[in-house]
């Protein structure tokens, strides 16, 4: 027969026991879940990691193929396309020498930041090098782009600058928009294409109303017309070749802001036929 101090140290073992039945199956859930934690965690790490990775590594440039879709301009190609066309120099204005035996058109648009890296950078060489020479002369013709809102007015008023000083004008007003745009669509302001004007001793005024009237805007889109008719629908796209007494010749294509090499190697080689 058990004492009374006996049954209560029986008691107290007995709820022990169920303090530590109770107690040891929480240990082990609080340890799952620390561990389950720690797993999430490391996804979570592990998965990010693959993002940067991605992102350092291709990522960006498949962000940069997907815009070449739907933006043909921001794709210049690293070498001239194979083959030629027939292109017209048309009634477009010119930088150099007229009789110059090599002539090289550009389809430009304005708000092309690829064409306004050509302006900038590969330009100056192409025209020290070989239209002061009397090599090359330049047509320069249009191609604005439809989702480059300012690209049709800001062509149609170098055109309306053309009309007040010619050639060389229209050449210092290409210069200066590009010079002044950001070339992202709309980078630079149409109210500032009469400022232009009035900074080049042109009258700002005339050249609004030019641009009001839309009187080039037929000009602007005929080169259109034949740029998609010579396969040119990125810009720039450039011709090279050697024009006849009606200005047209068998062009060869290159596309892109392209080093000044490319340029040259193109030039030297169409120098070089009889």
């Known amino acids: 027969m058990k004492t009374a101090v006996e049954k209560r140290t029986t008691a107290s073992v007995t709820e022990d026991k169920k303090s530590m039945s109770i107690l040891i ?3 082990i859930t609080m340890l799952q879940i620390m561990i389950g934690l720690l797993i999430v965690a490391s996804f979570l790490i592990g998965s990010l990691y693959t993002k940067v990775q991605y992102l350092e590594k291709g ?9 070449t879709a739907t933006a043909p301009q921001t794709a210049p190609q690293t070498a001239p396309q194979a ?5 017209s120099v048309d009634d ?6 007229k ?9 430009v648009d304005y708000e092309c930041p690829f064409c306004k890296r050509f302006a900038d950078e590969t330009l100056a060489q ?26 049709h007015k800001e062509a149609q008023a170098a ?32 109210d500032q294409l009469s400022v232009i004007a009035n900074g080049l001793g042109l009258n700002g005024s005339s050249l609004q109303s030019c641009l009001d009237s839309e009187k ?3 000009e602007v889109d005929k080169d259109l017309a034949d740029a998609s008719a010579y396969g040119a629908n990125g810009t720039p796209s450039f011709f090279v070749g050697k024009s006849n007494s009606q200005g047209k010749f068998q062009g060869t294509i290159l596309v892109g802001a392209q080093p000044f090499e490319s340029f040259k190697a193109a030039l030297e080689a169409e120098l070089k036929k009889n």
């Open 59 to 67: 990522g960006l440039g498949d962000t940069k193929t997907v815009a």
């Open 92 to 97: 477009d204005p010119v930088l150099g020498d």
């Open 216 to 218: 080039y805007k037929e």
């Open 83 to 87: 083959g030629s066309k027939e292109v």
């Open 25 to 27: 199956p929480s240990k």
């Open 126 to 151: 192409i025209k020290s090098e070989y239209i002061d020479k009397g090599k090359v002369k330049l047509v320069m013709r249009d191609l604005p782009l439809s989702f480059h809102q300012n690209a």
């Open 99 to 107: 009789n110059a035996p090599l002539t090289m058109i550009e389809f």
């Open 159 to 190: 055109e309306c600058a053309r009309e007040q000083g010619g050639d060389s004008v229209y050449f210092k007003y290409h210069d200066e928009i590009f010079k002044r745009t950001t070339s992202n669509g709309t980078g630079l302001a149409l």
